[in-house]
């Protein structure tokens, strides 16, 4: 990580071994800045009993927060499983090392809270303290972990990161213990990383859960292992009693040589199906920061051992489904979304839709799609997943995914249920002006205004950005847009981003409401 920090300065070491102690927050230490952490070395053999937390320059809300296993790259509790990367690094038998530099001004506040079950902890910090006004960095390091059991299956992505400001994506640990019966398989897609959806958009998208990590065939054939920026350190069968295998994994990557930077707001999912999932984010960013996720109960935090039937089916003071202790995410307007529509050699795409010619957002279609398509076989986790109807959806970053509202139960994350759909918006505008479209997709896109064309098809190869300039009316103006999702170079993205700005640089942001003309 390239940071602004200071060539003068002196070194600094803190040290401690704190007895086992229960139910408790501890001061690990206050740092006087300007200065910056370059290692923290622990040593514990509870390390989910923990919860590591890091304050900079005086905040009151926690930059670093996350179990303490968990920020040192172990998952589900284990205790040790050998790590050798750049940044974490885990030795026989229970220490841990990180090497992310965290840079602060004036304070870093480290403190560790611990269960009522307790731990005992050893530990160092060591850190560079520069000479008063040096530090100019700006950028303040921070880590985030998030669990949810189980996952939605083929829909809605797990979330790995939500972060608003100025910054850099540095990487992610990520766990899985397989505990769907109905889908077997350790993901449901893989890695989508939405920035900047209003001002430059961006968009990476994987091509499986897997490959996120440099790793084939679903890991089932990979032995554990671990390098510089990526690996699967951790990959074990337990026996719950059925005649299948239920796998735990464990892996991270870090964006070192191909850097992820975000200028306002980056959004981070993981293709998901009914599994316990859980993930560390790290990344730098300007403060403030905006929360996402806040701790569960400790229940839900340590692992937990019981009867593979109990795993499978789940009892509700395991559970942590989704929003339950997720903090809201700030929205950028709203679309109706109509779809799936067959669309294997464009028929969606060329003709107009019986949902392109009248809203009613109780109206079903069939969609069309072919006896063979991934879209036409029976599923118990979504039924009728051929028939099209209207959907509402709200925005993030100017973002809308399709493939997050409309997708088979497939296990195939490559792109093999290629379809169409619709997004229908209203915006509100103060006056009769011109105004710039700012569109980002892959595919083909169709964009309409008012009943009028203001981009006809037109193909992106991967995801790529254009502006279109239109003229609103004073009032309300329809906006109404149609996107594919073949194969392309960007394995079957099915997403748009959507901003329209006024000469005054003014951002109208698209409305669902009163979905009458």
């Known amino acids: 990580m390239d940071l602004q920090l200071p060539k003068v300065f002196k070194p600094r070491r803190i040290l401690a071994t704190i007895p086992e102690v229960r139910g408790d927050r501890i001061e690990l230490a206050t740092l006087r800045g300007p200065g910056c952490i370059r290692r923290i070395w622990m040593g514990s053999r509870q390390n989910r009993q923990g919860i590591l937390r890091i304050y900079w320059d005086g ?95 083929f829909g809605e992505d797990y979330l790995v990161l939500d972060a608003a400001g100025e910054g850099r994506l540095l990487g992610f640990t990520y766990g899985v213990r397989v505990r769907d019966d109905a889908a077997r398989w350790s993901h449901g897609g893989a890695d989508n990383i939405y920035i900047d959806g209003e001002k430059d958009p961006a968009f990476l998208r994987g091509s499986g859960g897997e490959d996120t990590f440099g790793v084939g065939s679903g890991g089932v054939l990979h032995k554990p292992d671990t390098s510089l920026y990526q690996g699967m350190p951790y990959y074990v069968h337990e026996d719950l009693g059925p005649a299948r295998a239920y796998h735990s994994l464990a892996a991270y990557r870090f964006f070192e040589t191909d850097a992820v930077p975000f200028s306002e707001h980056l959004h981070f999912r993981f293709g998901s199906v009914g599994n316990d999932i859980c993930s560390t984010a790290y990344w730098y960013q300007t403060e403030p920061h905006r929360p996402f996720f806040r701790m569960p109960p400790w229940g839900q935090i340590e692992p937990v051992s019981i009867s593979g039937l109990t795993l499978r089916t789940g009892e509700p003071e395991l559970e942590l489904r989704r929003g339950t202790y997720d903090l809201p995410l700030e ?47 029976p599923s118990i986790i979504k039924p009728g997943q051929h ?41 509100e505008s103060p006056a009769d002006t011109e105004a710039v479209l700012q569109l980002a997709w892959d595919d083909d896109l169709i964009v309409k205004l008012n009943d009028e064309t203001v981009l006809p098809r037109t193909h992106h190869r991967f995801f790529d950005t254009r502006q279109v300039t239109i003229t609103l009316k004073r009032g309300r103006n329809r906006i109404a847009l149609k996107l594919n999702n073949h194969r392309s170079l960007s394995w079957g993205a099915w997403c748009f981003a959507f901003a329209a700005r006024l000469p005054d640089g003014t951002i109208l942001r698209p409305s669902a409401d009163d979905g009458a003309d």
């Open 387 to 427: 028939i099209a109807r209207w959907v509402r959806r709200d925005a993030i970053d100017g973002f809308i995914d399709f493939g997050h509202v409309f997708r088979p139960d497939n296990k195939d994350v490559a792109p093999t249920w290629p379809a169409a759909a619709c997004g229908l918006a209203w915006l």
């Open 59 to 153: 905040e009151e809300e926690p930059s670093v927060e996350s179990p303490i296993g968990d920020f040192f790259g172990l998952c589900h509790g284990v205790v040790m499983y050998s790590i050798s990367s750049l940044y974490l690094v885990t030795s026989d038998q229970d220490t841990y090392t990180s090497y992310f530099p965290m840079p602060f001004a004036s304070e870093a506040r480290i403190e560790v809270e611990v269960s009522p079950k307790g731990m005992d902890l050893f530990w160092h910090i060591e850190w560079h303290e520069y000479p008063e006004g040096t530090l100019e960095e700006p950028l303040r390091f921070h880590a985030q972990w998030r669990r949810e059991y189980p996952c939605e299956a």
């Open 331 to 377: 929205t950028t307007g709203s679309w109706w979304l109509c779809g799936p529509f067959e669309d294997a050699s464009g028929q969606a795409m060329a003709r107009e839709l019986e949902a392109e010619k009248a809203f009613d957002p109780g109206a079903t279609w069939d969609g069309g799609f072919e006896a063979e398509s991934p879209w036409r076989q």
